[in-house]
């Protein structure tokens, strides 16, 4: 089975490689010739990954999938959610958002967050929706050089490592993203 996921976003299509069978293959946007920016416009998690997933099937033709993901802070009522890639700014940047978010929370007690992650599938001619939700905390310190995003500040309820000191097996094992891969997997694998 081959299917296109939306992203040309390296760290999540290894992420997401590490829990696929050996019967289903991913094509990237790259592989399928995509260079476009996909606009992720909408005001909701579930929104950006059902836009991303409409433009690969409505101008390539592919079953596929996309994903969207945001970092949901207590304290900031959820934010920054759906704008967490571009928390600091336009450009995306890592380091920046993770900046941003430190000094938001500097003087704040509650700690708690989440990240969610929902996959949008299109597969013949149906479509259906995927969510991972992992509970947890910021730091108040990077910690790890793995991962990417927010990891180096986030550590899940019951676990004594940022998702930035864990390998991608552990991670994958509890995150959001690997909660909905697992979910996207298993749907794959009954038909």
Request: glycine share 8%; aromatic share 8%; charged share 30%.
């Amino acid at each position: 089975m081959k299917l296109v996921f939306a992203s040309n976003n390296k760290n999540k299509i290894k992420e997401i490689k590490n829990q696929l069978p050996d019967t289903i293959e991913i094509l990237s946007l790259e592989d399928i010739g995509c260079m476009v920016d996909i606009p992720e416009t909408a005001d909701t998690i579930e929104g950006n990954a059902l836009l991303k997933a409409d433009y690969i099937k409505r101008h390539y033709g592919y079953d596929c999938f996309a994903d969207d993901s945001g970092l949901e802070v207590d304290a900031l009522n959820g934010a920054p959610g759906v704008y967490s890639a571009r928390y600091a700014g336009e450009k995306k940047n890592d380091d920046a958002n993770i900046d941003k978010l430190l000094a938001t929370l500097n003087k704040e007690e509650n700690r708690k967050a989440n990240f969610k992650t929902v996959i949008t599938l299109h597969f013949q001619g149906e479509t259906y929706h995927f969510t991972g939700i992992v509970n947890g905390s910021i730091l108040k310190d990077r910690q790890g050089n793995e991962g990417f995003g927010y990891d180096p500040i986030f550590i899940a309820d019951g676990m004594d490592k940022s998702f930035a000191e864990i390998g991608i097996n552990e991670k994958n094992a509890i995150s959001h993203r690997g909660k909905a891969v697992k979910q996207l997997v298993d749907f794959l694998l009954s038909k």
